[in-house]
């Protein structure tokens, strides 16, 4: 049974573990010292929101909340930036899990919606995603300005 809950500065050690293998399979390099101070950052600072979910007491996936806002409506976006599953437990429903809490939480915290981006090469996301009734946008372009 997966388990979700919300990552406090207490017990962010295993959960920068995952999130040093989340970066590891974007082609970074392993820093886990890094990544546990980067997330130690966000979470004391209030910028980001964690959940992970637990399968048997181990941490499996995450999903990272970074806070926006609307104009138009006035409200709080979240923006879902990650989402992680361990690759031994994939296929499982810990990301569907990840996301329905997700959504949850943005319900809880009155915001507007969630919003999140992912490769177009990413089908296997992409279908995870719809699965969960999210979708596509397409009033909107994209775009990026490379500051790096």
């Known amino acids: 049974m997966v388990t979700v809950t919300r990552v406090t500065l207490e017990n962010l050690e295993s959960t920068s573990r995952l999130f040093n293998q989340y970066r ?10 890094c990544c546990y101070e980067f997330l130690s950052q966000r979470i004391g600072s209030q910028e980001s929101v964690i959940l992970v979910a637990t399968i048997d007491e181990v941490e499996v996936g995450f999903v990272q909340l970074y806070p926006s806002y609307s104009s138009i409506s006035m409200k709080r ?4 930036n990650d989402l992680f599953v361990a690759e031994e437990h994939r296929c499982q429903g810990v990301g569907k899990e990840l996301l329905q809490e997700a959504q949850q939480f943005a319900k809880d915290s009155n915001a507007a919606r969630l919003l999140l981006c992912t490769g177009t090469e990413n089908e296997h996301a992409q279908r995870l995603y719809e699965s969960a009734g999210w979708q596509q946008h ?10 790096e």
């Not at 976006?77 to 879902?80: A, D, F, S, T, Y």
């Open 24 to 33: 590891q399979f974007y082609g970074q390099a392993d820093d886990q010292d």
């Open 138 to 147: 397409s009033d909107c372009i994209y775009y990026i300005y490379p500051l």
């Open 77 to 80: 976006v979240w923006i879902l």
